[in-house]
């Protein structure tokens, strides 16, 4: 079992930078797969950013957003720069033993272990 707890979220204008956090306890992070993932109002949780078998990014975040995972410490990072109001949204970070498939690392059934989510909000 892997509790995950994200901090860092809040309030920006558009150009700005947050970095987010996720804080995970219960088991060796280092041998998860973890991800984060966002759902704005209205809409359906999407993926953001992945770290385990390689770096992946969804296109609208590439070259702005970086993942960051720091084993030792049991957390992952999403530094977020040049935030946008479309990056407005409700943040998650997750985690998964086995993805079953490389190619499902985007996929939100892939992970079993979800935080709680934070608040981003970016205002024009």
């Known amino acids: 079992q892997v509790q995950l707890e994200e901090s860092g979220g809040g309030s920006v204008q558009a150009g700005g930078s947050l970095r987010l956090s996720c804080a995970a306890s219960g088991r060796t992070f280092s041998y998860y797969h973890v991800a984060w993932f966002r759902q704005a109002p209205g809409k359906e949780r999407e993926f953001v950013a992945y770290?385990?078998?390689?770096?992946l990014y969804a296109d609208s975040v590439r070259g702005r957003f970086t993942i960051a995972r720091d084993n030792a410490k049991n957390t992952v990072d999403l530094q977020m720069n040049n935030l946008k109001p479309d990056d407005t949204a409700v943040y998650y970070c997750?985690?998964?033993?086995?993805?079953?498939?490389?190619?499902?690392?985007?996929?939100?059934?892939?992970?079993?272990?979800w935080g709680q989510g934070i608040q981003v909000t970016v205002s024009s």
């Open positions: 770290s385990g078998f390689s770096t």
């Open positions: 997750a985690a998964a033993r086995g993805l079953g498939d490389s190619a499902w690392y985007d996929r939100r059934r892939s992970y079993e272990y």
